[in-house]
């Protein structure tokens, strides 16, 4: 821990991100490089932790450093703080170790009072300039201090600018400024029975521990909780002289992204607003100017930007998130960081910083974020559709999203709990609406342009988001928008095309993703770097051709059962399991078997030269049949006599099929062992489709799993089956297959007897769903909508162990298994097949325990070949202790 508290921005630098935050590391870097970047200093992350550890009490002696540091940028500004004549003001910004835009809380102007105001009215000679200052300090103040809701002042201003007959800011005259001083200060005390601070120095005390404070509001956390940052990182407090971009038509606030943060295009992408601060642009409350516009209205000023930009984006290797401040003409840098990215922009950046020498083609893999990639594969607005068009804004993240449209973020996750899916419609967003970003498919703006909160979180989390749409008018008490005669009310269906800006009335067909060459570029050199195998989870031959055309190395699982269910095979199916004698079954596998072969057929064929593993039926029976409670309530209906008895044997089956934990009961391997005819059917059919397709001259490469294995024995018992089966089928085709037989380890017991089971296994595929379900004594069902979401809240367990695997526990289990396993076969082959085999955690964990591959859903194979890579450039190796190659 560092033994001070308090750093000026010249004392630090960007290798001390931990202890004074992104921005902080990056102002102290900024400074040194020489640019104009005004004077101030960083209070230390570790002082924000002391204040959580010390009960939210600020430490003892923390500002007489602050004070010492306020002297130091007294001197270099000649100016001081809460002098009458010459008052120094500064703003008071957070800045998290991980960027948190919007997340947390700042406070501009700190500083003035009844006295000083009139100070700095005489230094600027601009009386309305220094009245506009205190107001908005007030406003603020009262909002992230005193916590009174923002509408309540905001409501006042607006009050008085139609007093005045004033429709713009800019245009209330120092008269009106003060009438609403004069009211904020009394809404200040109705609410809290607190008088505004006139003692400025009780300002910053308090405006600092509020800062400590928004590390714990309700929107950070869920931020936190959204992109797993972890909560004692805290945050570090800035204090920096103001310069101010509300004194004139030559001074101005912006917000610049080095490249387009939308498209990836190399070009300067941001929006500025003259006669303004800071956040006048990000809150979305007026539609600024594109940065191009700045071009001619302050030459000088656009190109020192576009010096600054190069000079950033060299000094980072990354594309910048710049805001700035124009004051009488001169250009203030603010703030610096990496900038957030559609999918699409980052891959595209990776590949040009390749190109352009910046990045080696490792770094370029490692700066791309895997869940980031989920983007590019959502679908788009099929350009062949027929749209009614009836309003559009600008394009402030890509992509396409239809659903109800509502108005109010609360309505929207209470919505989409209920299964329906919602386009959040609004004035505009605060980080106090981020529950309902996350909630809705896409977002709909009338203020705001692109760099808004709305723009800036969306396009983070790969939503569309349409921004500045200002020819509509939303009703928000009657729950409405018009479009000129067009009426649109809550519950309505829109689609949202972030990518052109259009908002369309009604569904709109939806077209697939394409792959980007860019991407393609990255994948390949991904493919070059890594060493696990990335296989996928497909059921059919559309599943297994598009895993395909995603470079998937093969099928990791294949569940049988998905087979089933199709409205032709279904009836088959029940009249199997309803059979009352074994004939009987046997006459209705038959009818199984060719449509079992036929699907094999098909995904062996689109994997041609690929291993595809085939998990033999795996679910309890009764999930075939109808639910009893369905079935009673049809039978009330039924009245011929001859039917009504069919009815009831139907029910008596159910009945007797019905399980009390059907997840622990008669299914996976303990179905074949009491029913070896079903899996019998299912084995002839994997071996007749492969010798088929082998005399097609297509490479097959079968893999039998067995399911639910926890005794040694069932394997055995089930390995005997399969291969007595399969040389029948050899048999009587004349033609023999290399295939593998293997189990899947979803119970603990056969992970700790892995040894006994390697001695009939070819391979094992960790089935990391249930085997997390039998660990933890967890029901995923039930887990996930009753107490989960409690104990995420409440850090029982630090993440969902459904979506990123749990490595001590689940983990622990897997890596004896493959200790225990190989002791026995060396040649063992072990993988994945669970929905961790998606997840970038998971899969680093997968890299360091030796497996051979992981197995995820089509549309997450790129991202899982990019977190493949990614593990082995973090683990610096190109071998472990297992074979890779198996």
Not at 3 to 19: D, I, P
Not at 181 to 207: C, G, H, R, W
Not at 314 to 329: A, L
Request: charged letters at 25%; hydrophobic letters at 40%; one cysteine or more.
């Amino acid at each position: 821990m560092s033994n001070r508290r308090v750093l000026q921005f010249e004392e630090g630098n960007s290798s001390m991100k931990v202890l004074l935050g992104g921005k902080g590391a990056n102002l102290a870097e900024m400074t040194n490089a020489g640019l104009a970047v005004p004077p101030g200093f960083t209070i230390t992350t570790e002082t924000c932790q002391e204040y959580y550890i010390n009960e939210q009490k600020l430490p003892e002696g923390l500002f007489d450093e602050v004070k010492d540091a306020l002297e130091l940028i007294e001197l270099k500004k000649q100016q001081f703080f809460g002098d009458d004549v010459n008052p120094l003001l500064v703003s008071v910004r957070s800045g998290s170790v991980t960027s948190m835009p919007g997340m947390m809380d700042t406070i501009l102007n700190l500083g003035l009072n009844d006295r000083t105001v009139e100070g700095l009215s005489k230094q600027m000679n601009n009386s309305r300039f220094a009245y506009d200052c205190y107001r908005r300090l007030i406003q603020m103040f009262g909002s992230v201090v005193f916590e009174i809701e923002m509408k309540l002042f905001e409501d006042i201003f607006e009050e008085t600018k139609n007093s005045f007959g004033v429709k713009v800011d800019k245009d209330l005259k120092v008269e009106g400024l003060k009438l609403v001083i004069n009211e904020y200060k009394l809404l200040i005390e109705e609410k809290t029975n607190k008088s505004f601070p006139q003692d400025v120095y009780n300002q910053l005390t308090l405006a600092v521990e509020a800062v400590f404070k928004s590390w714990n509001n309700q929107r950070a956390v869920v931020y936190r909780q959204l992109y797993n940052i972890p909560d004692q990182q805290c945050t570090a407090v800035n204090i920096q002289s103001m310069v101010f971009g509300n004194m004139g038509d030559d001074s101005g606030t912006g917000v610049l992204f080095t490249r387009n943060p939308s498209t990836g295009e190399n070009s300067l992408f941001g929006e500025f607003l003259t006669n303004a601060q800071g956040e006048d642009v990000v809150a979305g409350i007026r539609t600024p100017q594109p940065i191009e516009n700045l071009k001619t209205e302050m030459p000088n000023v656009y190109n020192d930007l576009v010096k600054i930009a190069r000079q950033l984006e060299t000094r980072y290797k990354d594309m910048q998130d710049i805001e700035f401040t124009i004051e009488k003409g001169q250009l203030y840098v603010l703030q610096t960081r990496s900038g957030k990215r559609t999918a699409q922009a980052a891959v595209k950046l990776a590949v040009q910083f390749v190109a352009e020498g910046i990045l080696s083609k490792e770094e370029a893999i490692n700066r791309i974020e895997v869940e980031h990639l989920e983007q590019l594969l959502h679908s788009t607005i099929d350009p062949q559709a027929t749209l009614e068009v009836i309003a559009k804004g600008l394009p402030a993240s890509p992509g396409s999203a239809t659903g109800h449209v509502v108005f109010d973020a609360d309505v929207a996750t209470e919505w989409v709990k209920h299964g329906k899916k919602v386009v959040l419609v609004s004035h505009e967003t605060s980080p106090e609406d981020i529950h309902g970003v996350i909630a809705a498919e896409g977002v709909l703006t009338t203020n705001g342009g692109m760099t808004s909160h709305a723009a800036v979180v969306a396009r983070g989390m790969g939503k569309p988001c349409i921004c500045g749409c200002e020819e509509i008018k939303i009703d928000p008490e009657r729950k409405r928008f018009y479009i000129g005669n067009t009426t649109i009310v809550e519950g309505d269906w829109i689609t949202l095309d972030g990518t052109t800006g259009r908002v369309i009335n009604g569904t709109v067909a939806l077209k697939e993703p394409e792959i980007s060459p860019e991407l393609l570029k990255l994948l390949e050199w991904a493919d070059s770097i890594k060493h696990l195998k990335v296989l996928t989870n497909a059921d059919t031959p559309e599943d297994a051709a598009k895993a395909r055309d995603f470079k998937a190395e093969g099928i990791g699982l294949c569940r049988t059962e998905h087979m089933f269910m199709s409205t032709e095979r279904l009836p088959v199916v029940q009249e199997m399991i309803l059979a009352q004698s074994l004939e009987e079954r046997h006459r209705a596998l038959d009818k199984l078997l060719p449509m079992q072969q036929s699907d094999f057929e098909g995904i062996f064929e689109a994997m041609h030269g690929f291993p595809v593993t085939i998990r033999l039926l795996d679910p309890p029976l009764h999930e075939f049949l109808p639910k009893i409670e369905e079935l009673l309530e049809k039978q009330f209906s039924l009245k011929e006599p001859e039917v009504n008895e069919k009815h009831e044997q139907l029910i008596r089956k159910v009945r007797n099929l019905q399980e009390v934990n059907p997840m622990l009961g008669q299914r996976g391997c303990r179905l074949g062992i009491l029913f070896p005819e079903i899996y019998r059917m299912q084995v002839i059919a994997i071996f007749r489709a492969a010798v088929k397709l082998i005399r097609q001259k297509i490479n097959v490469i079968p893999e039998v799993m067995i399911p639910l294995v926890g005794h040694v024995n069932e394997l055995e018992i089930m390995r005997k089956l399969v291969d007595e089966a399969a040389e029948e089928v050899f048999l009587e085709e004349g033609l023999r297959v290399n295939y593998k037989v293997g189990t899947m380890i979803e119970v603990p017991r056969a992970a700790l007897t892995a040894d006994e089971i390697a001695e009939h296994a070819d391979f094992f595929s960790f089935g990391t769903n249930d085997l997390t379900q039998m660990t933890y004594g967890y029901s995923r069902d039930d887990a996930e909508g009753k107490f989960l979401s409690y104990y995420l809240e409440h850090k029982v367990i630090p993440t969902n162990p459904f979506q990123v695997l749990d490595t001590e526990g689940v983990g622990a289990l897997i890596k004896c298994a493959v200790k225990k396993g190989r002791a026995q076969k060396t040649a063992l082959k072990t993988g994945i097949c669970g929905e961790h085999g998606g997840n970038k955690e998971s899969i680093f964990f997968c890299h360091m325990t030796g497996l051979n591959y992981i197995s995820c859903s089509p549309y997450r194979v790129p991202m899982a070949r990019i977190a493949a890579a990614q593990a082995q450039l973090f683990y610096k190796t190109t071998s472990l202790e297992y074979n890779y190659n198996v």
